[in-house]
Every structure is written in structure tokens, then in C-alpha cells.
């Protein structure tokens, strides 16, 4: 079983930016798509953004287009979000998971094991 653990996040102010990372701790995380999802307090686990395994085909949530960029080293074997123009509403534990199917990373329900997160909070 792959093993994610988050990190890099923490505490900036409104329009500022901030950079997170997972890292995967076995080998099957070989051919796998990669995703972040984030939960804000009360609210439900989201989508935020995906990436296949080559790095060629990427998706993005609404909310975060255009702010937010994935990336993946699949020979260190992690995956980052690069925030941009953070915003109030980007406040909650941000979380990484893997699947085969990249569609299938729009969807946080198909997964039942999740990591810690790492925790993001912007004051505006």
C-alpha cells in the first residue's frame, strides 16, 4: 500500500504564496495519477487539482485555475502544489492521493484511506 504524507504547509497573508509537497513511500506509486484535495473546516473534502503519471495531462477545480499549479517527480517520487494569489477561502488541511484513472481524482469519495494533510491558513 502506497504511503502519502504531506508537507510544506502553514500560515501567509491574502495574495501571497506558498509552495506544498507528497511524498510516496513505495514503489507502486509507479503509472499512478496523482491528486490534492483540501477540507476546509465544516465543509466537505474538494478536488483541487490532478496530474497523470507522465505529467502530460493535468486538471484543475474552478476555484484554483489559473492560481494553483501540480507538478510530479516520479524519480523522487512526489508531487507538489505551487499556490499562487492565495486567497481566505484556500484555508483547510490539504491532502494527496493516487489512483490509476485521472477522471477518478475529481471524485474524493472512491477514496476511504487518506494521509494527515498539511494545514494552510491565509489571513486576509
Known amino acids: 500500500q502506497v504511503q502519502l504524507v504531506e508537507s510544506g504547509g502553514g500560515s501567509v497573508q491574502a495574495g501571497e504564496s506558498l509552495n506544498i509537497s507528497c511524498q510516496a513511500s513505495d514503489r507502486s506509486y509507479n503509472g499512478y495519477a496523482l491528486g490534492w484535495f483540501r477540507q476546509a473546516p465544516g465543509k466537505e473534502r474538494e478536488f483541487v487539482a490532478a496530474i497523470s503519471w507522465g505529467g502530460g495531462r493535468i486538471r484543475y477545480s474552478e476555484s484554483v485555475k489559473g492560481r494553483f499549479t501540480i507538478s510530479r517527480d516520479n524519480r523522487q517520487k512526489t508531487v507538489d502544489l505551487q499556490m499562487a494569489g492565495l486567497k481566505a477561502e484556500d484555508t483547510a488541511v490539504y491532502y494527496c492521493?493516487?489512483?490509476?484513472?485521472?477522471?477518478?481524482?475529481?471524485?474524493?469519495?472512491?477514496?476511504?484511506?487518506w494521509g494527515q494533510g498539511t494545514q494552510v491558513t491565509v489571513s486576509s
Open positions: 492521493n493516487k489512483h490509476p484513472t485521472l477522471s477518478s481524482l475529481a471524485n474524493p469519495d472512491l477514496f476511504d484511506s
